[in-house]
């Protein structure tokens, strides 16, 4: 998405905090991460609903391009688009100074791209292919966009995305906006199964075409729109070891849930 400007609001110090204590919640057994013990953590499902508690938004939980839309004003009918990404790589960004985020996996939609610009593969013709690609992603966003008589405000989307370290347990965040770069700076090639463009400083953009068909963008760090401290998950409160189900059960419906108990 290129020559587009980005209006995006920047993430507030009281939605990271809304983020965290929420995300907190799933490591009482209700997570999709599992941990020793019965705990869990959060995983992507558990983020994005975080972040639509957190913006006043609705989680779509489909595979929608955007997986949490947020209204512009209270009540309106028109909203932006959260493109939440997770992934256990906050290694890798300290390590490399690049941020993963995994664009999309729709390997039909990118080969019939291509075929439609009569491209049969990516080897041939790397840069042309990487070009197509990126217009496609940047098609998919316009059709849902405001100025094609959609519902979204194209200008004040952006990705939202979650790494995190499994060893530490130590997460952080960072927004960026939806543009990549021009995929005419880039220099592309087939690398085995997957098109790869680089900038001077290394890999910019993967297609696993030919394995998964992930479309996967590295932008440096210092490009994002905002980047949170790194913080922790909140300890549980102390409960007598009981949490997610028991607990829930328990505090939603404490006299139905008795008498089940009492029932032979």
């Not at 391009?65 to 947020?70: E, F, G, R």
């Not at 199964?193 to 680089?198: A, C, M, N, T, Y």
């Not at 070891?241 to 009492?262: F, H, T």
């Amino acid at each position: 998405m290129r020559n587009l400007a980005y209006t995006h609001n920047i993430v507030t110090a009281g939605q990271l905090e809304k983020i965290r204590l929420i995300l907190s919640t799933y490591q009482d057994g209700s997570g999709q991460l599992a941990r020793p013990q019965g705990k869990t953590l959060p995983g992507w499902r558990d983020f994005e609903r975080a972040v639509a508690v957190a913006f006043g938004g609705i989680a779509q939980e489909s595979k929608a391009i955007y997986d949490v839309l947020v209204p512009l004003v209270a009540g309106s009918d028109t909203y932006y688009g959260i493109a939440c990404k997770m992934r256990k790589l906050l290694r890798d960004v300290q390590r490399t100074g690049r941020v993963t985020i995994e664009v999309s996996n729709s390997a039909g939609k990118f080969w019939d791209a291509l075929q439609r610009e009569g491209l049969a593969d990516f080897e041939t013709t790397p840069a042309r292919a990487g070009d197509v690609l990126l217009r496609l992603v940047e098609q998919w966003h316009k059709a849902v966009g405001i100025m094609h008589g959609g519902t979204i405000d194209t200008q004040k989307s952006f990705y939202l995305v979650l790494q995190w370290d499994e060893k530490t347990l130590t997460y952080r965040m960072y927004q960026y906006a939806l543009a990549f770069p021009d995929p005419l700076m880039l220099s592309w090639s087939a690398q085995g199964r997957r098109l790869v463009g680089k900038d001077v400083r290394g890999i910019v953009i993967e297609w696993y075409g030919h394995s998964g068909g992930q479309l996967k963008y590295y932008p440096p760090v210092e490009q994002a729109i905002w980047v949170s401290e790194i913080f922790t998950l909140e300890p549980l409160p102390e409960s007598n070891g009981e949490y997610g189900i028991m607990r829930r059960v328990r505090e939603y419906y404490p006299e139905l849930w008795q008498r089940a108990c009492m029932l032979p």
